[in-house]
């Protein structure tokens, strides 16, 4: 019915930057929330920042100035541009849609499969 595709992840040294894209399709009615997790080793997944329809936006504390989530709201995508990264930013990111699917009338929760960001000291 819905699928979120990622892009963007990749091998970049600390300090650098890298832009992660996540696209929605399928069957979808509206779109309430998109936003990006990550999960490291060893640790619980985290919300890293999500924007919410009335635009709204929200951010991990250990990623804010640094981090910058925004929507195109006409492709039904979200994008996450990350600058100054750092080793501890090393995860998998996954892209998230709070959502209600056409001819449904509860909302929800899609992820994408995934994308890998890896930062070098």
């Known amino acids: 019915q819905v699928q979120l595709v990622e892009s963007g992840g990749g091998l970049v040294q600390a300090g650098g930057s890298l832009r992660l894209s996540c696209a929605a399709s399928?069957?979808?009615?509206?779109?309430?929330?998109m936003g990006w997790y990550r999960e490291a080793p060893g640790k619980q997944r985290e919300l890293v920042a999500r924007?919410?329809?009335?635009?709204?936006?929200n951010y991990a504390n250990s990623v804010k100035g640094r981090f910058t989530i925004s929507r195109d709201n006409a492709k039904n995508t979200v994008y996450l541009q990350m600058n100054s990264l750092k080793p501890e930013d090393t995860a998998v990111y996954y892209c998230?849609?709070?959502?209600?699917?056409?001819?449904?009338?509860?909302?929800?929760?899609?992820w994408g499969q995934g994308t890998q960001v890896t930062v070098s000291s």
């Open positions: 998230n849609a709070d959502l209600t699917v056409l001819g449904e009338t509860i909302t929800t929760r899609w």
């Open positions: 399928g069957t979808i009615f509206t779109i309430n929330v």
């Open positions: 924007i919410i329809s009335g635009g709204s936006i």
